[in-house]
């Protein structure tokens, strides 16, 4: 059926309901470029200001899933994925996936690059040495397989009309629209082929979400999106305050993940890592209840078991296994230069964006897709909301193979931590959740 | 200065207000090509939402100025322009300027071309045979030194700004936006030369503007933005509920004028012209009083003088003259077919919309701006609101060159007519003024 772009563009933009017929349209027309970019953009616009009713939202979804391949897994695998709205430090999944197989679940993850201050889990598995993300749908369905999980890039054929549009949307001041975001998020993790799905939706002053009631109506959103194609969702709604463990950089980050399932301590970790481990066990049916779920989760743990699944994930997938037990064989900064406190004080509030974008400025992150980033480079930061901090006190280190780049963001991240005089409470991580 | 262009946009998207830096940046980087119709596209989207403080408006008024050449007449020419908002069969201009004229004002009118349902002057104009619209600026200046007036179209030089962001804005759903239309009516206006403007501000089902709040909206940031720049503007509220005149497409409404000119009598034309007449030899102080302003334009029509300088505006733009004491010179259709009324009735409304689209299928307007005009084809409508008709009445004719053509739009001209069985009253042409 064919229509016109102008009219539709009108039409939601007065506020009225886009039909079936007309977002399929609207869409695939732009994906054959048979409608240009500054029509697409100006109803983005549009849908920004006049947002998507709950049925207008999944049909986007359901055509920007149409757009490409489905990938299915038999109804018994049980798959489950976790998605994360976006964070400093956020290496969650490299840890999560093998926790999780160990204990019996079966993790399609087809995940992204970092763009912005935020990084990216492929950029991350990708400062190991050899590892690939780049498999065909086959590869993928017989890592899992083999594995119990794998973690790839998104191929051209799985929901390109979400990539031509998350592009646009990333130029044209409409990425925060929820309804997008639902249908950017959703058609994906459908098309993956996730039977149910675990959402890590990051709520703060560094996060998109600023607020619980925001966050509550994504998440009712992203609910029911997922029942109508009959993928069940359960959200978590994370604090992101702070940057997540201490380690923030694609190398430093994968030690990190190293260390905890050798079983060092990171509390913020091990309470988000188990908190979602448990969810996407329940979620799944692999266990019945929480407890159950605990249990198995603290044993994968400690018997190494996930650490093995790592080790496993990383050589089928071209890696160097031998990472999981010597981590200097990941990509060592030749810097490594100490943050001192300028002053005394409690730490009331950390500017995790702040501190993203300033380790962009030594190569941990990128400024434009073409952006070459450098694995070794990053930050060590030990200090929490919360923390007590003493003047002349070694907040943590950067690590730079360029000394000067690394000297100067020292003073950008001193400056992202706010330090008073007065006693702060640790702040919660986990601050509620829907199913 | 350097911005990035997605920050502006979502500056913009948020509320805030651009700052002059801002604006000009956006908008001279677009017309350089360094930002892409997409990013032009959905800033014009956050406008149309966020609205424009009276200070930006006159700031993008400005940008949109300095992007071309500026025409600029002696402070003692007091020059005069009209500007009408668009209406179905609206060939006011080629009447007012000759009047005008004759009464010793100096008008220096750029004019537009029709698309969709309202036709363009300019188009109106070449419908007589040999008649030109594109003259140099030093043309321009000299036909108004010898004529006292001069019709042409916009050159690639005048505005720029606007062309370009005024053909993005027709294919993205945002051309109703009173900033938008602020701007892009007051740079056109600003930089061909009129010290004095008086507009006329269509108000009604048919127009853009549905109600006299909004038009008195628009009318405000007309007016201010004008005096920015040290232009008088006058802003004259009418109605647009039926077509002007009884004439509708280009040759028609040149017989149309002649006829008046000479003399004829045609209520709603006689007194939105006298109307605009009046308005502009005030604003331009070519009279002191009112009534001092009608008893010219009075003299100026009956003596002939009036079509006098309509008939050397023609010869001196190359048209022929003599269409002025013969108007069976212009384009003539091969068909007239009548109009016949299918019911008894007072006539309540006339969808001025819908006569104006029927009479594009039969080569009156413009489909898209590649179309080719048919100059002779149109109608004579000789019913208004408030007329009554009888059943078998001819309530007009239909002129087309094909016979099938014309046939297939007899039932769209009568669906454009509601008729009931209730007296209703004529309505006022002039709804107000504001200066």
């Known amino acids: 059926m064919a229509f016109n772009p102008v009219e539709l563009i009108i039409k939601k933009r007065s506020g009225k309901e886009l039909t079936k017929d007309e977002l399929q349209y609207f869409v695939t027309s732009y994906i054959k470029n048979e409608i240009p970019d500054y029509q697409m953009s100006a109803l983005l616009m549009a849908i920004f200001y006049q947002k998507m009713k709950i049925k207008e939202i999944q049909t ?16 018994a695998y049980h798959t489950v994925d976790k998605h994360s709205t976006g ?51 086959k590869e993928f369905t017989k890592i899992i397989e083999k594995v119990g999980f794998s973690i790839i890039s998104q191929s051209d054929e799985l929901v390109p009309a979400d990539r031509s549009i998350y592009a646009l949307r990333d130029v044209t001041g409409t990425v925060e629209s929820l309804p997008l975001i ?53 959200v978590l709604y994370s604090n992101m305050n702070s940057p997540l463990g201490f380690n923030i950089g694609n190398a430093l980050e ?29 979620i799944s049916k692999v266990t019945k209840t929480k407890e159950e779920a605990a249990e198995k989760i603290e044993k994968a743990i400690s018997s190494g078991k996930a650490l093995d699944c790592l080790r496993s994930f990383i050589k089928v997938q071209k890696g160097d296994p031998a990472i999981c037990d010597d ?12 943050v001192v406190a300028d002053r005394s004080g409690w730490v009331q ?36 909301v919360g923390d007590k901090i003493d003047k002349g006190e070694e907040l943590g280190y950067i690590f730079c193979n360029k000394k000067n780049d690394g000297n100067n963001i020292i003073s950008k991240i001193l ?15 986990i601050l509620g959740s829907l199913t």
């Not at 941990?364 to 990053?378: F, N």
């Open 254 to 282: 994968i030690k990190e993940c190293v260390e905890y399932l050798q079983g060092k301590e990171i509390e913020d970790i091990d309470i988000l890592t188990k908190a979602l481990a448990r969810e996407m066990l329940l």
């Open 415 to 429: 400056d992202s931590y706010v330090v008073e005089d007065k006693i702060t409470k640790k702040e919660s991580l």
């Open 182 to 234: 639902t249908a950017s998020i959703m058609s994906k993790k459908i098309a993956e082929g996730a039977q149910n799905l675990v959402i890590d939706l990051k709520i703060g002053s560094g996060a998109f979400i600023k607020d619980i009631p925001t966050g509550k109506e994504l998440a009712e959103m992203l609910i029911k999106t997922g029942k109508k194609f009959g993928q069940r969702v359960s």
């Open 327 to 338: 981590t200097s064989l990941l990509p060592q900064a030749k810097f490594k230069i100490p």
């Open 60 to 75: 986007l979804t359901k055509v920007y899933i149409d757009s490409g391949k489905i990938i299915k897994f038999p109804k």
């Open 349 to 384: 509030s950390i500017n995790s964006q702040k501190i993203g974008y300033a380790l962009i400025e030594i190569g941990a992150g990128r400024k434009t897709l073409d952006s070459k980033l450098d694995y070794a480079s990053g930050a060590q930061l030990y200090k929490k």
């Open 87 to 137: 964070g400093v430090g956020d290496k969650i999944s490299i840890m999560l996936a093998p926790i999780v197989s160990a204990c019996g679940g079966t993790i399609p993850m087809i995940s992204g690059r970092g763009l912005g201050h935020t990084g990216g889990t492929l950029d991350k598995l990708e400062s190991i040495p050899g590892f690939r993300t780049n498999f065909s749908d």
